[in-house]
């Protein structure tokens, strides 16, 4: 695992987006000038130091250093999967690809910051096992039961159906077209641009070109047009992911049959 991202939304602390790789430590907590943390969490029932996370080469733990609290590990695409890291536990492995860790807090809300993993590792089907070598890692790691690939499925969906000449979809668009798939419906317009930066940023690696004064939104664009276009060239996303998506509005139906790819 090349690393994960940390993440800290406004609102829980000092907003702020770490990189760690392999060997790095983020500590968390509320802090002060003699206890410095990566993470700053605001509330006055969070410990100074109340815990840490270190990266390992294909995992990553979370240590909790309060004697009293419990902390969560949620999987916010698992349907209510989550592990608990009781006081003082060092060093828990957490599986998630995609994590919230949730601190408790004397209000009516809890502090918590995100964590992924972008780059699992796999075998290689046909090699599984070798006595020699090193693993074959995948080059895009992508988990088709989570929320950002249904992301890439719609973003990619007009090209699949052969409506070539349709631009790729806006976020609202995507907001909209997965509203009637479990467990998206209070999917956002924020949320939806966080797993299209995920996306591009650390499960595909896509670069685009800086801003050159046409605005954020042309960037956005870019980001998508480079997904979309990644994905059909490497088959990262096929006609039969089409079924991942609800059924389209019969006249657009009508519209767009779909078509396989290579024929």
């Known amino acids: 695992m090349s690393g994960v991202v940390i993440h800290l939304p406004p609102g829980s602390g000092d907003a702020v987006t770490l990189r760690l790789g392999p060997g790095e430590v983020a500590r968390f907590g509320r802090g002060s000038q003699t206890t410095p943390v990566e993470l700053r969490l605001v509330d006055a029932a969070i410990s100074r130091l109340a815990g840490e996370i270190r990266v390992t080469d294909d995992h990553w733990?979370?240590?909790?250093?309060?004697?009293?609290?419990?902390?969560?590990?949620?999987?916010?695409?698992?349907?209510?999967?989550?592990?608990?890291?009781?006081?003082?536990?060092?060093?828990?492995?957490?599986?998630?690809?995609?994590?919230?860790?949730?601190?408790?807090?004397?209000?009516?809300?809890?502090?918590?910051?995100?964590?992924?993993?972008?780059?699992?590792?796999?075998?290689?089907?046909?090699?599984?096992?070798?006595?020699?070598?090193?693993?074959?890692?995948?080059?895009?790691?992508?988990?088709?039961?989570?929320?950002?690939?249904?992301?890439?499925?719609?973003?990619?969906?007009?090209?699949?159906?052969?409506?070539?000449?349709?631009?790729?979809?806006?976020?609202?668009?995507?907001?909209?077209?997965?509203?009637?798939?479990?467990?998206?419906?209070?999917?956002?317009?924020?949320?939806?641009?966080?797993?299209i930066d995920y996306l591009a940023d650390e499960k595909m690696r896509i670069s685009v070109p800086a801003d050159t004064g046409t605005g954020r939104g042309s960037r956005r664009n870019g980001k998508r047009e480079a997904l979309v276009g990644l994905s059909l060239r490497f088959g990262l996303v096929r006609e039969e992911h089409l079924a991942l998506l609800p059924p389209r509005a019969r006249g657009a139906e009508g519209a767009a049959p779909g078509r396989r790819l290579g024929k």
């Open 61 to 195: 733990q979370l240590s909790n250093h309060s004697a009293t609290q419990t902390y969560l590990v949620e999987n916010p695409e698992g349907a209510g999967e989550y592990l608990r890291v009781p006081p003082r536990r060092a060093g828990a492995p957490i599986p998630f690809e995609f994590s919230r860790v949730v601190l408790p807090t004397r209000g009516e809300t809890t502090v918590s910051f995100q964590v992924f993993a972008p780059d699992h590792v796999y075998l290689d089907p046909e090699g599984a096992g070798g006595p020699w070598g090193s693993r074959t890692l995948t080059a895009y790691s992508l988990d088709e039961t989570a929320i950002y690939f249904l992301v890439l499925v719609a973003l990619c969906e007009p090209r699949l159906r052969d409506e070539s000449p349709v631009a790729v979809p806006t976020t609202p668009e995507i907001v909209e077209r997965l509203g009637a798939v479990p467990g998206c419906a209070q999917l956002t317009a924020r949320a939806v641009s966080s797993h």
